[in-house]
């Protein structure tokens, strides 16, 4: 049987899982979606100046994920760092990392509100040239995006060999976040070395076993929480 302080700190990693998944959803993949057309500039300034809320709640949502990020590996780290002391310190040494490069990453997406927003540029810029500007700044934002999912990959790593250690959760969870691991190093690697490398299909899926085991380990510690396991450290 399950101990109540067990069960509320797999519930406690669990809500903060599903808000890292959630916030993350928001900034990196519904916002976007919504206003920014990669091929049409002059669209894309449009869309962002129409729906200037919503850009900035994704930003918001930015800060708020890597916040919780932050806070997730340490709150994993005391469900499961008993069972590797060492797999449990690298999975909070890659999140950890991650943080301040993502959240100084953000300052590209707040220099395109500076140059919808700000008189004195409005007035030397012309309109091709703020167009191309917050186009810069939106492509080196996906640029940085690169440096934050090589350790987006790499603690998946440690944090799916725990799950498999501790039979805490269910196996097939620490399968596929390992395999998620992977996915992300072929997404970095594959967006460095292949300039075409965003469209090709492995970009499309390289990332789904990250995933789909994230958002089950999630649901499966809010839901169900963690098996106790036993308690000796290796």
Known sequence: ??????????????????????????????VPAQLVEPENASQTVANIRASEPL?????????????????LPLTLY????????????????????????????MANKLDVLLLLRDEALLQVLTTEQLNAAVMLSLAQYNRGLL?????WGLWLFPLGYLILKSRAL??????LLIAGCFGYLVQVFGAI???SYADTAMARYATLPASLGEIGTCLWLIIMGAKVA?????
């Open 78 to 105: 005391r469900l499961l760092g008993h069972v590797n002391r060492t797999a449990g310190l690298l999975m909070v040494a890659f999140a950890v990392v991650s943080v301040p490069i993502s959240l100084a990453n």
């Open 1 to 30: 049987s399950m101990k109540p302080p067990l069960l509320s700190l797999a519930r406690t990693a669990g809500l903060v899982y599903l808000t890292v998944v959630v916030s993350g959803i928001i900034t990196l993949a519904y």
């Open 147 to 151: 440096a934050s999912a090589l350790f």
């Open 55 to 71: 850009f900035r709640v994704g930003i918001l949502a930015g800060f708020v994920c890597y916040t919780a990020f932050l806070v």
């Open 230 to 234: 036993p308690l000796e450290s290796t």
């Open 170 to 175: 269910p196996r097939v969870l620490g399968v």
């Open 193 to 195: 070395l292949f300039a």
